[in-house]
């Protein structure tokens, strides 16, 4: 295999269509993708090779994780048979095989020049191209900057103290000496225990006469079982190989699979273990960390795993105390990425390994001779230093990127990395990143991602030459849509609790966000196409083709909301609105029978109260701390004909424990067997009754509030009405979580959210007419929005929601409350839909405003002897989503 080196002067003051950064997977794809669409294309490299990662990192132990049949190139379907993979995890050496090979089988390497790393790329407007510099001291210039630099390219600088006074030999995992190491002898030091460490330190241990790591977090690893290709894998992608990577686009993590909707806690315990047995011992990265649905977002349900992994490692290694010190703690499951491995553990049990445990005895500095702990003086031959990399960003901004106006990108990033879809940033036109941060990257099989973003970068460049478009820029309007996306996303999974590289926590001084994009390979790549097909939603383009821009936000929903339609949707489950009433109402009990149950509560109790025709059950509710607490009557949602007790049983027990309060849910009588007003009748007297009763039932009298969803909502703002009109009973505030307050299905947000979005416009309707007469429906009983006078109603709490068709229904009246002088709030919940906030760990996206919805139940009852603040309204649009 001829390396070429291509000295500088045949660079210089060329013109490219494409310059591509970077010869590993990425690069090379794109080089061969571009080519074949005909544009004029070079790859620089800083490696006098190809191979990127895997030329790189060639210490001992190296392999990859991902199986290798699902790493590896999809695009050349002769490859599929023409490589046949010797082990399930490919070593360092196999892997750059295959991408020597790949390169000489496409002839790439004739316009990659080696041995040349790119300084600065600067953009120039006057003629919208880029002057892209090297290291060589040569300038060229191209239309299209492409960095496919690498996720985990550029090696960490190691921040510990005196760490080039060592006078032995150091060694850097990610910068292996091409000739290989040997230790006999050696007195030697590892220094890290990620995936490097973890691969690398049996192999180390194998020839070194004492082998001391010096752990700071230890890790999650178990056995990879590495072997042959498994049988039964290898002929599931032999017998349809296309099917396969088809399959593989559309998963989770770019590795088909099953999606489990299986919680970790609606199994025994006994189930649970076996499953994780079963997980561990397929030696498959991905098996334990997708055994239950909610590992990546339960502390709870992740720490059964936590407790799991702790167990194996105390069970194979001898010395209690190694033990301990190498078991885990403090991060969850998976918030870093957990390792595979051959012989880790097995390995402390050696007498010449020992294990320094950093978190007891830092390291104090590096010496001439070794290093020396807060305690210890160790003398060593040799230092290994596998300290990770500088991940994501890193690469990127180590070149002087500068966009429009001379911006600088580092400058940009300063806070964070902003970017529409990881493939772009707003400011640096023609400028595209090859698993850039904000895409699935780290989180996914690269090499599927890397595959898509190629083919969409040429897809983009080549609709461009179409439509002789010659720049391309996504909007601000996008970028930021994008980065608030991205957010949501991780922040309702357990990811950004961790210090972890995904987080840019083991650089010091990198900002801490959360950097790849936790939505999904499959659903990435849909929004990807969504975007074109929407017309480059969110870009920009400009040419002589003329100027077009379709600007806008992609994927407003919560991450978790829009997986929740997507089984539904797959369900395909009858509209509501088509079922009779009683087929509606045991749909909806089935649809309820299998969710989470919501937090422990105190006690809960079934009862009746007196209503005006009759006894109306109730259930009370009272939270686990020392009573009396203040009382919420509460009212479910179902328009007024569906739901029950049972209906909003989590979302009570949620209300009783962050609100701190006896919670008394009543059934009030349903239509269409009892038209208006019976339940606002009911619901008046059910307030009546306990305000009377409030001491029996665990609370302080005069220290009362409504609260309702839905329909609910519409009986709790109604009751507040009656009890004004009425002089009592004495209501201390109310919570309207997206209510029904009038008739009219004109509104915009009907117009907008009226389908789709699990309440309907028509099952709105279907709910109108069993409810109400048309004239009936006018009045404040059933229209609380259309009531002459709102004055003198209690303070109020607003929930709406953005994709709810009742959404401006109930900021106009948070709106009509405060003009009326009550103190209103109107709380706006980004991306949610109707049914999101009594969703109790199902939407755990809308967790943030339920925490809202019990400190405003809280501030009531603490203002409940006071007048209050009156006549304002504060609004808070966004409500974001939090674990
Ligand atoms: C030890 C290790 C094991 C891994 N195992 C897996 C695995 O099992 N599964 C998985 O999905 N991912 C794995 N990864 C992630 C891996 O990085 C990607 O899978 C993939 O190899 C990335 O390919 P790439 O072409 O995007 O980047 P890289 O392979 O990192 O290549 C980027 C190239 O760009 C060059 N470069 C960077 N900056 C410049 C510059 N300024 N000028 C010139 N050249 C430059 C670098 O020299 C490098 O060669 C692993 C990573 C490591 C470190």
Not at 9 to 31: I, Q, T
Not at 569 to 595: K, N, Y
Not at 661 to 680: G, I, K, T
Request: hydrophobic share 40%.
């Amino acid at each position: 295999m001829a390396t070429q080196h291509v000295r500088a002067s045949e660079l210089a003051g060329r013109d490219f269509d494409v310059v591509v950064v970077g010869a590993g997977f990425a690069g090379l794809y794109m080089l061969h993708r571009l080519r074949s669409f005909g544009f004029a294309t070079v790859v620089i490299e800083s490696a006098d090779d190809v191979g990127g990662t895997w030329y790189w990192n060639r210490y001992p132990g190296a392999r990859c994780d991902i199986e290798s049949i699902d790493y590896s190139y999809s695009f050349d379907s002769e490859l599929e048979t023409e490589w046949q993979w010797s082990e399930r995890y490919a070593t360092q050496p196999e892997i750059l095989r295959y991408l020597g090979h790949v390169a000489d089988k496409h002839d790439l390497r004739r316009d990659i020049r080696f041995s040349t790393r790119v300084e600065s790329a600067t953009w120039d407007d006057a003629s919208s191209r880029w002057h892209v510099r090297t290291d060589r001291g040569d300038e060229l210039r191209c239309r299209f900057y492409v960095m496919a630099t690498g996720c985990l390219s550029l090696p960490k600088t190691p921040d510990i103290p005196g760490f080039d006074r060592f006078r032995g030999e150091t060694y850097f995992t990610g910068r292996w000496p091409h000739e290989g190491v040997d230790f006999s002898g050696q007195r030697v030091a590892v220094i890290g225990t990620g995936s490097s460490g973890i691969q690398s330190i049996p192999l180390i241990a194998q020839q070194a006469a004492e082998l001391t790591v010096f752990q700071r977090t230890p890790n999650y690893s178990r056995p990879a079982y590495n072997g042959p290709v498994p049988a039964a894998k290898k002929a599931t992608f032999d017998a349809d190989p296309a099917a396969y990577r088809a399959a593989a686009r559309l998963s989770l993590a770019g590795v088909p699979r099953e999606r489990t909707l299986v919680r970790t806690f609606s199994v025994s315990a006994e189930e649970r273990l076996a499953k994780f047995e079963e997980a561990y011992a397929s030696g498959d990265l991905l098996a334990l960390s997708t055994t239950f649905a909610d590992l990546g977002a339960d502390r709870a349900a992740n720490e059964t795993v936590c407790e799991f992994m702790r167990d194996k490692v105390r069970s194979i290694v001898r010395d209690p105390a190694t033990a301990e010190a190498l078991c885990p703690q403090g991060h969850f499951y998976g918030t870093k990425r957990p390792c595979i491995d051959t012989n880790y553990y097995e390995t402390f049990n050696l007498s010449h390994v020992r294990l320094v445990d950093l978190r007891k005895e830092p390291i104090r500095t590096i010496t001439e001779t070794g290093i020396d702990t807060a305690t210890r003086s160790f003398a060593f031959d040799a230092i290994v230093f596998a300290t990770g990399f500088d991940a994501m960003t890193g690469p990127i901004v180590a070149v002087d990127v500068r966009g429009r106006n001379g911006e600088s990108l580092a400058k940009k990033w300063a806070e964070g990395p902003k970017t529409y879809l990881g493939l772009m940033t707003a400011g640096f036109p023609n400028f595209f990143m090859i698993t850039g941060p904000g895409s699935p990257s780290v989180l996914s099989n690269m090499v599927v991602s890397i595959e898509q973003h190629v083919d969409w970068v040429t897809a983009c460049l080549d609709h461009m030459r179409t439509e002789r478009l010659d720049v391309v820029e996504p909007t601000p309007v996008a970028e930021a849509g994008w980065l608030q996306h991205v957010n949501d996303c991780a922040d309702i999974t357990l990811y950004p609790t961790a210090n972890s590289w995904y987080m840019g926590a083991n650089v010091p001084g990198k900002p801490r966000v959360f950097l790849p994009y936790v939505g999904g390979v499959d659903r990435y790549r849909k929004t990807c196409d969504e975007v074109v097909n929407r017309g480059y939603l969110g870009f920009t383009f400009d040419g002589p083709g003329g100027g077009r821009c379709t600007d806008g936000v992609v994927n407003r929903l919560q991450l978790d909301v829009w997986t929740m339609l997507d089984l539904m949707q797959e369900l395909g489950l009858p509209p509501i609105e088509t079922l009779s009433v009683d087929h509606a109402r045991a749909f909806s009990t089935m649809l309820a029978s299998d969710r989470p149950p919501g937090p422990e509560v105190g006690d809960i109790v079934d009862g009746e109260l007196p209503g005006p025709a009759g006894p109306l059950p109730y259930r009370r509710y009272r939270p686990p701390t020392r009573g009396p607490h203040p009382i919420v009557v509460y009212f479910h949602g179902g328009g007024w004909v569906l739901g029950g007790l049972d209906s909003d049983d989590p979302f009570c027990r949620d209300l009783c424990v962050k609100a701190n309060a006896v919670v008394v849910s009543v059934n009030y009588r349903h239509a269409p067997e009892a038209r208006f007003p019976a339940a606002a009748d009911d619901g008046f007297a059910a307030v009546r009754w306990v305000a009377a009763n409030a001491e029996t039932l665990g609370g302080v009298p005069g220290r009362l509030a409504v609260c309702g969803w839905s329909a609910g909502g519409n009986i709790a703002a109604v009751v507040c009405q009656m009890a004004r009109d009425a002089g009592g009973p004495r209501i201390a505030g109310q919570v309207l979580v997206t209510p029904v307050t009038d008739q009219d299905l004109t509104r915009a947000s009907y117009v907008a959210n009226g389908e789709g979005y699990v309440l309907t416009t028509a099952l709105m309707r279907w709910f109108w007419d069993h409810y109400a007469d048309p004239a009936d429906r006018l009045q404040p009983k059933a229209s609380p929005l259309r009531a002459k006078d709102l004055s003198g109603l209690p303070p109020a709490l607003v929930v709406t929601c953005e994709f709810d068709p009742l959404r401006d229904e109930g900021a106009a009246y948070a709106e009509a409350l405060a003009r009326a002088g009550v103190d209103a709030r109107h709380l706006g919940c980004r991306g949610q839909i109707h049914t999101s906030v009594p969703a109790v760990d199902v939407i755990r996206s809308a967790a943030s405003a339920r925490e809202e919805i019990g400190a405003a139940l809280r501030g009531f009852f603490d203002a409940a002897g006071g007048q209050g603040q009156r006549g304002t309204m504060r609004a808070t649009d966004e409500a974001s989503p939090s674990t």
